[in-house]
């Protein structure tokens, strides 16, 4: 039996994201106008709407749909907002904030999957987003500068080199997991400092994954 995608697009919504105290209306109308069955494994496809992980290749997951939409409600993006979608793998995540703000560099390593989220975008016909391909810290992006950067994977520590692609008044929104539970966080930065807060425990999966131990054999 086929799926109908729009009806469970809109259960997501009704079920996971509302019920998540999820109550900015531009961030669910974004993400309910999303089809996330086009960024998921082709065989998970049925499950896209589902309040799991799908694992994308690499080491790039795509969250469940309640936390990211908690951390973008937790960024307050205007329709002005120039946005950084840090770990944006098959372009899911800038879809959705392609309607929230101006503009989209959406931060990518794996080449590959650049490469299908630069498709999946031009298949939906978004013109407000573009595909960077570089190192997860901004590096590549050190002459840019943005109102709000997007973490889309939680990391260990508060990720300063990303700070530095803020501009003044400017936002970056991550799960940071420390040793402990994830817990969401701003950074807000205002004449040149930056100053975070924790606002809510979260889970995301890691932005990258954990290195491998070394094994020995005798």
Do not use: W
């Not at 996330?36 to 896209?48: D, S, Y």
């Not at 978004?126 to 709000?148: C, Q, Y």
């Not at 692609?165 to 701003?186: C, E, F, Q, S, T």
């Amino acid at each position: 039996m086929a799926v109908d995608f729009a009806a469970a697009r809109l259960k997501m919504v009704d079920n996971q994201l509302r019920t998540s105290n999820v109550t900015d209306h531009r961030v669910l109308a974004a993400i309910g106008e999303v089809p996330r069955e086009l960024f998921v494994p082709a065989n998970r496809a049925a499950l896209a709407y589902a309040d799991v992980v799908h694992h994308l290749g690499g080491d790039r997951y795509l969250a469940a749909p309640a936390p990211f939409a908690k951390l973008l409600q937790l960024a307050e993006i205007t329709e002005a907002d120039r946005i950084l979608d840090v770990g944006a793998g098959t372009g899911y995540s800038t879809a959705v904030l392609s309607q929230l703000g101006s503009e989209v560099t959406a931060l990518e390593p794996d080449t590959a999957l650049a490469e299908r989220a630069e498709s999946n975008l031009r298949e939906l016909g978004v013109t407000n987003a573009t595909v960077a391909v570089g190192p997860l810290n901004g590096s590549s992006l050190l002459h840019s500068h943005f109102d709000v950067v997007v973490v889309e994977g939680e990391v260990r520590s508060e990720p300063t080199e990303l700070t530095y692609l803020l501009r003044d008044g400017g936002r970056l929104v991550v799960v940071i997991a420390g040793n402990g539970p994830g817990v969401a966080h701003v950074f807000v930065k205002s004449g040149g400092e930056v100053a975070g807060r924790s606002e809510f425990n979260a889970s995301l999966p890691p932005l990258t994954a954990p290195p491998r131990l070394e094994t020995f054999v005798f």
